[in-house]
């Protein structure tokens, strides 16, 4: 016999989104929208958990800082056709560039406790310029 499971929905004012889309099984599967130019207060990072983040629709900056410092910034876009995958123990965070929509899966069901924030300043966040974003897109 059908039956509905009711999932955890949030917005404020950088996404909106439906959290643990499907109960079955470990992970978190989720659904987000991102208005454009929403700049992150913070990085995040997980000592247990590993994300996989798609752009469905959209341009969307994403930063990765690993342990030894050398940050990796680069655009993913609805046609890149690719899934990021951040392990545990990378600093990662993004910016919607354009009207976004996202689905990633959580190797874990949340978990506030794995959850490690690093503020970062307005300036970090700054595209270059166009070339720097042609340089820098997965396709």
């Known amino acids: 016999m059908p039956r509905f499971y009711e999932y955890r929905t949030h ?25 454009a130019g929403i700049i992150p207060e ?9 994300d996989y983040f798609a752009v469905v629709s959209g341009k ?30 990378i600093w990662h965070g993004y910016l919607a560039v354009e009207p976004s929509i996202m689905v990633f899966y959580l190797s874990r069901k949340y978990d506030p406790a794995d959850e490690f924030r690093r ?8 595209l270059p310029d166009n070339d720097w974003e042609n340089k820098n897109r997965v396709d």
Do not use: C
């Open 11 to 35: 917005s404020d004012r950088r996404r909106s989104g439906s959290y643990d889309l499907v109960p079955a099984g470990e992970g978190d599967f989720n659904f987000t929208r991102h208005p």
């Open 42 to 50: 913070e990085l995040h990072m997980h000592k247990k958990q590993t």
């Open 60 to 89: 969307v900056m994403f930063r990765l800082v690993p342990e030894d410092g050398k940050e990796e910034k680069f655009i993913m876009t609805g046609s890149s056709h690719k899934t990021l995958i951040v392990p545990p123990g």
């Open 119 to 126: 503020k970062t300043d307005p300036s970090e966040w700054k």
